[in-house]
């Protein structure tokens, strides 16, 4: 938080990440696939000016990182 400056908007900044990870921690999710579920989730779900084309491309992100794991 340091490194953005004051002031911080905590949702982006921490809280998105830190529920994130508690819920994979529960799951079992492994750390080297976190990242990329994260990234594919929220490209998904991020409003407004999602288009279909964001959402078809989540979604096969979504599917390849389900698959590597």
């Known amino acids: ?27 079992g999710v492994p750390e080297q696939f976190r990242d990329a579920l994260q990234y594919w989730s929220l490209r998904r779900s991020r409003q407004p000016g999602v288009t279909v084309q964001h959402v078809h491309d989540a979604e096969i992100g979504l599917q390849c990182v389900v698959a590597d794991a």
């Open 1 to 27: 938080m340091q490194q953005a400056g004051s002031p911080v908007d905590l949702l982006p900044a921490f809280c998105i990440s830190f529920a994130f990870n508690v819920h994979c921690d529960v799951l």
